[in-house]
């Protein structure tokens, strides 16, 4: 045997060893790069998720708290320019010029907020656009009749904006508008420039929107657009600013009941229509009633007006509440009859008081409980994405 061939053998296979051991190293190398960036972009995902939700929340809280204005929104942190109060890019909200924001976009006002300096994965602050109807100014007239502005559109990552903005064939994101939207602006992309003489620039962070159509979005997200967005419908808000004005008005109601004096109605009889907005004037109920009365909260009773008045309640009709919700109320409590005790009427009504799905708060099981005086009803909020469950809510007097 020639011991040189076999040593030269002995060395090919060990060259072949040597390579296979390198190949696997690489694609284990290789593997580990693609799980770890994988792992990278779903933290980064997971980050703007929450921050995202963060800020959605607190705006919905600021506008159910608002009080003298439920359901309206800050003005974005743009423009105002007062050293040592208010400058852009502090977190503080604009400051209204005249009767509106003097942006409608610019950064979350997260101090405003009561928020923390709230950063996206790529270490940039939030931005935010307001449809000016839910602006906080008086001039704007904001209850669950005021519609969502703002519309978001799905492209394909490298649609061109052509014909027109924000693309050539955009799909609706969503069939309800929006009243304001967050951004996490991602990082840098090729042609930007963030330095500090951009900082107030949205074009230097933002890819989904355009200065020409500011209330259409575009909301792919890719390599060439990075933005996330997350939108706030009127449903939304009204889900839970709702929930703060009907306990203002169950306050109110609670207070009449509560001051009654002999003779006086223990509680106010509802209007029948309203002749606008504001004007829903109650007539005396009949000589021989019916059980129950429905109708809307009277603009006419002395009594309930002092008391919502008392209570700062001046943002009711101001901003048109009244005919919004339905008032039904036990006639007993108008004219307490003997052996007839208000409170009865509305729990053993064999037509229920509000529509069949009503989520009745103050109730057990959505039935009404004996003792129920009045309800006050809101016609349906959207409890879910995409508008296509209502919720209806109901609230018991007692």
């Keep these: 045997m020639d011991h040189h061939a076999t040593i030269g053998r002995q060395r090919q296979r060990g060259y072949v060893l040597l390579s296979m051991v390198a190949v696997i190293g ?15 972009v779903r933290q980064q995902s997971d980050k703007n998720k929450m921050v ?14 608002d009080a003298n204005h439920p359901g309206s929104l800050p003005c974005p942190d743009a423009v105002t320019n007062i050293p040592g109060n208010n400058i852009p890019n502090d977190g503080i909200a604009d400051l209204l010029s005249g009767t509106a924001c003097p942006s409608a976009i610019g ?29 906080d100014s ?46 996490a602006p991602g990082k840098l992309l090729p042609g930007q420039n963030r330095d500090a003489a951009h900082t107030g620039d949205v074009l230097q962070f933002l890819e989904s929107y355009n200065a020409a159509e500011p ?62 907005s504001t004007l829903c004037d109650a007539a005396p109920l009949p000589a021989v009633p019916p059980a129950t009365a429905r109708g809307y909260l009277p603009s006419n009773d002395s009594r309930l007006n002092q008391i919502m008045a008392a209570q700062n309640m001046s943002w009711f009709d101001r901003n048109h509440w009244r005919n919004t919700m339905t008032y039904t109320m036990d006639t007993r409590c108008a004219t307490e009859r003997a052996g007839e005790p208000c409170g009865m009427a509305l729990a053993t009504a064999s037509t229920p008081p509000f ?11 959505n039935a009404v409980p004996s003792g129920t005086r009045a309800i006050i009803s809101f016609a349906g909020v959207s409890t879910v994405s995409g508008g296509a469950t209502k919720t209806r809510l109901a609230f018991a007097i007692q």
């Design 215 to 276: 209330l259409k979005l575009r909301t792919a997200a890719g390599s060439a657009h990075n933005d996330r967005l997350s939108g706030i419908t009127a449903d939304d808000l009204f889900a839970i600013v709702q929930r703060r004005v009907a306990r203002e008005v169950q306050s109110a109601l609670s207070t009449y009941l509560t001051t009654t004096t002999p003779g006086q109605s223990r509680l106010p009889v509802p209007a029948v229509q309203c002749t606008s």
């Design 138 to 183: 008086t001039a704007k007239i904001i209850n669950p009749s005021t519609g969502g502005q703002i519309a978001g559109y799905e492209c394909t990552e490298n649609a061109p904006a052509s014909p027109a903005w924000p693309c050539a064939a955009p799909r609706l994101v969503s069939p309800a508008l929006w009243v304001a939207v967050i951004f």
């Design 52 to 65: 995202l939700a963060k800020a959605r929340e607190a705006l919905i809280s600021r506008a159910a708290s």
């Design 26 to 40: 690489l694609l284990t190398a290789t593997a580990a790069t693609s799980i770890g960036e994988t792992a990278l």
């Design 107 to 135: 950064r979350l006002p997260w101090r405003t907020l009561g928020l923390p300096d709230l950063r996206d994965a790529d270490g940039e602050r939030l931005w935010y656009l307001l449809a000016t109807a839910y602006q």
């Design 355 to 365: 529509a069949s799905g009503t989520l009745l708060i103050g109730g057990a099981n």
